[in-house]
């Protein structure tokens, strides 16, 4: 397949100036409709376009348009897409990895960055962007001395409008910081809660050195959450103690500590946002093609499975259409709706990353902690 | 009932008021309640300027919170009835969920269209069950708590709203602004506004004309969390009779949403359901709509852009439902 602007290119007289030319006139990835190419201008042996889109081959090779430095790739991509990748630039028979110099969309997460393609249609998000005329929301770390796991560390959030002689909800955040670094999640929250979106609330975000291992339906973690982290943000400040009033939320193994740690303690939380949960299960035996890290998350899911219970009153679940974990996460919820809850579901055009997630959470947070928005009438 | 009722849609940065109380020859200062705005109540200048009179603001949020810091007593059990309210108001907020869910489930059957057009009734029927229903319950709930905890007899709310009637009677009407519906509903009750404001002339817009109305419903078609489906909160006090008010349609009204209208306005007939966008006005006198500029919304799926408050015909049915006379 050959993208409109390649056989341009090729129909030209492909000098210097004519491709320097043709390079001026576009904007990379060149989205068209429902197809994009992707264009690398350089010498090599050979480049790779390198992304995670389950469903497609992970290393796809760009050709060279013949008499020219130029190389392209075109594919068919959905509207409203979003998809992470890099390029492999291979030279002397070693391959490199890097952004595409000619993208300026970048997303950053915990391993590096990638570049962003969008899809016809696709448009970041406003509600992200830090808004000057939004009440910023005060920020800050503390620390809590556990006897599961001993000093821990976590962020706090406290909204603009806090007052002590009111009662907030409480929002736990899995991987809060990274959130915060990752999915923007300060800016959205100060937004949300400007816009009457999200209510005030008092956000936790935990972080884990040992999430993997924590996360995977670790009974210390379940118990750190419920018996001794959100007991002591109660002491600090005047919390709705209800189940209405908990939200717990995660992405990727987070989700799994989520839906445990709500599968351990029953109606504690009574809201879940759950992110494209890691939620491996079989059908049969008890090793997941997935690995050895994902059979206590295997044997979880399986008697959840088996035993489905309503552990919160509502559930939000999203996953992108692009990770390998759209089947897992289209399975869940099926039996989360047969136990009762309350459940909303999902799906983006987007893969197994930061702002998939930070994308889903204005749909998810005003769902689960609605703000007075359908109750102002100014 | 003597006394004139004027509903306007959101002021926003060009408001009408002032040129509304001219019309209506307010000179004297006015009583204003801003409870809507809670914490923001008493931030009143630019409102205060905007009326062109004199005005008092009533401090309605205030004075609540004086109650709920010095009757703790009092305080915990109004509480408690608003956690039970809140309860109430997310089941019966998931019962409409599951009638909308049938109402579509049904009507994509391939059958006779005479047969979907009768269970198309059933399922506004249901609506209507539901809403009656739910209205019903608050109302209960309400009147129970004002026999156990005789609101009017605790000796803080007794002396506000002995002060809140000495400045209603000092003024020449009644301004009620837009806001948190909820808390607006909720002070104004608590210091029996209208039992004190007697025949005095009623300017309201936006929350505040809402909660003059018969039925308060809560509605938005852009939600962030993506649709929704508009649901009754409780009953107004009944000053504006017979017609459901929904400020700000630019905003929160999908009014292309033929069959989503169709459905709302045979869901609340027999009153009438209009949309108030900036520069509306419906005036009542004596209970009766005497002049209107609105967009009401037709049981057809239309919409009446420049509706001037000719009544609607509504079937014997409907009325038979409005006098109370549902199953």
């Known amino acids: 397949m050959i993208g409109k602007a390649i056989k341009e290119l090729e129909a030209s007289a492909r000098s210097r100036e004519a491709v320097d030319a043709w390079f001026a006139a576009r904007t990379f990835p060149i989205v068209d409709g429902n197809f994009i190419t992707f264009v690398w201008r350089g010498e090599a042996e050979a480049v790779h376009l390198k992304h995670w889109v389950f469903g497609l081959p992970s290393s796809q090779s760009l050709a060279r348009v013949d008499k020219t430095d130029v190389w392209h790739l075109t594919l068919q991509l959905p509207a409203a897409s979003r ?52 009440a910023k929301g005060h920020r800050d770390e503390i620390w809590i001395d556990s006897k599961t796991f001993g000093r821990r560390g976590f962020g706090l959030y406290v909204p603009s409008r806090f007052q002590r002689n009111r009662q907030y909800p409480l929002l736990v955040v899995h991987d809060g910081h990274d959130y915060l670094r990752y999915a923007a999640l300060g800016s959205v929250l100060d937004n949300m809660i400007d816009r009457l979106e999200l209510a005030d609330a008092i956000v936790v975000f935990t972080s884990s050195p040992d999430r993997l291992r924590e996360y995977a339906d670790d009974e210390r973690h379940a118990k750190f959450l419920v018996e001794e982290l959100v007991p002591y943000i109660e002491r600090l400040f005047p919390l709705d103690a209800q189940p209405q009033g908990r939200c717990l939320m995660g992405a990727s193994f987070g989700a799994v500590a989520t839906l445990s740690t709500a599968q351990r303690y029953p109606g504690f939380f009574g809201r879940l946002l759950l992110q494209s949960g890691s939620f491996a299960f079989t059908d049969i035996g008890d090793r997941n093609h997935r690995g050895p890290l994902f059979d206590p998350v295997v044997a979880f899911m399986n008697r959840f499975r088996a035993d489905p219970k309503p552990v ?44 998939n997630w930070r994308d889903r959470l204005r749909e998810g947070l005003s769902w689960l902690m609605p703000g007075p928005f359908l109750h102002v009438y100014e | 009932m003597s006394r004139i009722v004027v509903l306007l849609g959101p002021q926003g940065p060009h408001p009408d008021i002032a040129e509304v109380l001219a019309e209506h020859g307010i000179k004297g ?71 909308e869910d049938a109402a579509r489930t049904v009507s994509v059957r391939y059958v006779d269209p005479q047969l979907l057009e009768q269970e198309d009734k059933v399922s506004v029927d249901q609506f209507r069950h539901l809403d009656a229903d739910h209205i019903e319950r608050c109302d209960a709930l309400r009147t129970a708590f004002e026999e156990q905890w005789k609101v009017a007899e605790r000796p803080l709310i007794a002396k506000y709203r002995a002060e809140v009637k000495q400045l209603m009677e000092d003024s020449d009407a009644l301004v009620i602004s837009g806001g948190h519906i909820a808390s607006l509903v909720n002070r104004l009750a608590l210091f029996d506004v209208f039992g004190v404001a007697t025949d005095k002339p009623i300017f309201a817009w936006s929350a505040g004309a809402m909660v003059l109305t018969e039925r308060i419903v809560l509605f938005h078609d852009f939600p962030p969390y993506g649709s929704d489906i508009a649901q009754v909160l409780d009953e107004g006090f009944g000053l504006a009779p017979g017609i459901v008010v929904l400020p700000d349609p630019r905003r929160k009204l999908n009014l292309e949403a033929r069959i989503g209208i169709q459905r709302f306005a045979r869901r609340m007939a027999p009153l009438t359901c209009v949309a108030m966008d900036h520069g509306d006005r419906i005036v009542f006198t004596r209970g009766e709509i005497t002049r209107a500029d609105a967009t009401r919304l037709d049981k057809s799926g239309d919409i009446e852009p420049n509706w001037s408050g000719a009544p609607v015909r509504y079937s014997t049915a409907s009325m038979k439902w409005a006098r109370g006379e549902h199953p």
């Open chain 1, 83 to 134: 998809v992470e990748y890099k390029l492999e630039i291979v030279r002397n028979g070693h391959g490199e990895w890097s952004q595409d110099p000619l993208n300026p969309n970048r997303a950053r997460d915990p391993f590096g960055g990638n570049s962003v393609a969008h899809g016809t249609g696709y448009e970041i998000p406003t509600w992200i962007q830090p808004d000057p005329g939004a």
């Open chain 1, 312 to 355: 919160s009153e509502r559930v939000f679940v999203s996953c992108g259409m692009y990770e390998s974990l759209i089947y897992e996460n289209r399975s869940l919820v099926p039996l989360l709706l047969s136990t009762g809850m309350d459940v909303r579901y999902v799906e983006a055009r987007d893969g197994h990353n930061w702002e």
């Open chain 2, 29 to 99: 200062r006015v009583a204003l309640v801003r409870a809507g705005y809670q914490e923001r109540e008493t931030d009143d200048a630019a409102m205060i300027a905007s009326l062109g009179v004199p005005a008092v603001n009533l401090q309605l949020h205030r004075r609540g919170v004086d109650v709920f810091r010095d009757d703790p007593t009092f305080t915990a059990g109004y509480q408690a009835r608003q956690q039970r309210l809140r309860h109430m108001q997310s089941f019966y907020r998931v019962r409409l969920d599951k009638i």
